[in-house]
């Protein structure tokens, strides 16, 4: 069993280089990787050559078009039949292909994914970040750590999907936001099996700046109702939450200015998430960092998924999307 691993990048150098590394170290070899350049001003073409004598490397450039697309043109240039895409600010587990090609080995499917985890030496701010991605307590939980409320999504950033059934369902869409999503339900309703393989998991850098997190989380909001247009019948209710959540806090910020009381139910939900980050990461500057993280997730994809209802929805207009220009950031 060969794979081909591609990795869209755009102006992520550094990270890139930590994660050719982490596939330097991989028990099991059977891989080529492919680099995609969307399009970046700073380069990584030095790196690429860096690893040439460890790693089967095709890096290759194009114009930016977002990580989907240059997935895409990553997939045209394989060699292999199975494709594994992984995000720049992945470090990937030494024993990950090896897991991956015991499963496959024993249950038939024709795309996986797996979950994401924090190194000791990524910032308190990933860390946190990384809790409320995953966390029960924001439904992050969904996403990865274990199987969703049907049948598993698996999300680009850890992705494995046979060549045939890539090219069937015709690779990404053009969706700039959610494109992952889209493609899994695709894969679903074309009657392609899913799985979550557990052992799989990646350590995943996500973003470096609360400043970022709100943005990546804010368009995965708008990129819900989009996707409910795109999918009708994908729209759970456990989506609908975050937006609950937004406005019911809103709602008991300003009615504290008159019942003071009602400011002990975020001071509750912020004690929760404060001793359960205590327990995962036994630190006391994440569980702190968790607190933030944690709001930001829930109200920035609830606003997010808040306006897109108002704008899509009520006032029927077309498709949009927030902070496209600085995608990656």
């Not at 996986?112 to 190194?119: E, F, I, K, S, T």
């Not at 709602?251 to 929760?272: D, E, G, N, R």
Request: proline share 4%.
């Amino acid at each position: 069993m060969h794979f081909s691993i591609i990795i869209p990048v755009f102006n992520r150098p550094d990270e890139l280089d930590e994660l050719l590394l982490s596939l330097c170290e991989q028990t099991y070899k059977k891989f080529e990787v492919i680099i995609v350049e969307d399009g970046s001003e700073l380069k990584s073409d030095k790196v690429a050559d860096k690893y040439t004598d460890r790693l089967k490397i095709n890096y290759f450039e194009k114009a930016n078009s977002g990580p989907g697309l240059s997935r895409n043109a990553g997939a045209v240039q394989a060699q292999y039949d199975w494709l594994v895409f992984f995000d720049s600010d992945c470090i990937i587990p030494e024993h990950y292909l090896e897991n991956v090609t015991n499963f496959l080995s024993g249950h038939h499917t024709d795309a996986y994914g797996g979950p994401d985890a924090a190194l000791p030496d990524f910032t308190t701010v990933q860390k946190a970040i990384n809790y409320s991605m995953t966390s029960f307590f924001t439904t992050g939980g969904i996403r990865g750590s274990k199987k969703s409320m049907d049948k598993f999504h698996p999300r680009s950033f850890n992705l494995g999907v046979t060549k045939k059934a890539f090219d069937v369902i015709g690779g990404y869409g053009k969706m700039r936001f959610g494109e992952d999503i889209d493609f899994s339900l695709r894969l679903l309703k074309s009657g392609y099996k899913t799985a979550l393989i557990p052992e799989a998991f990646v350590y995943h850098k996500r973003r470096s700046t609360f400043r970022q997190f709100f943005k990546q989380v804010y368009n995965s909001g708008i990129a819900r109702i989009n996707l409910h247009l795109l999918h009708p019948g994908s729209l759970k209710l456990v989506h609908t939450l975050p937006a609950f959540f937004a406005i019911g806090m809103a709602v008991i910020l300003i009615s504290s200015l008159f019942y003071p009381i009602l400011l002990l139910l975020p001071l509750a939900y912020s004690l929760i998430v404060f001793i359960d980050s205590i327990l995962i990461n036994k630190s006391l500057s994440v569980a702190f960092y968790s607190i933030a993280a944690s709001w930001i997730q829930l109200t920035s994809y609830g606003t997010g998924f808040i306006s897109a209802v108002w704008k899509r929805l009520i006032l029927k207009k077309g498709e949009f999307k927030a902070f496209e220009r600085k995608f990656y950031d």
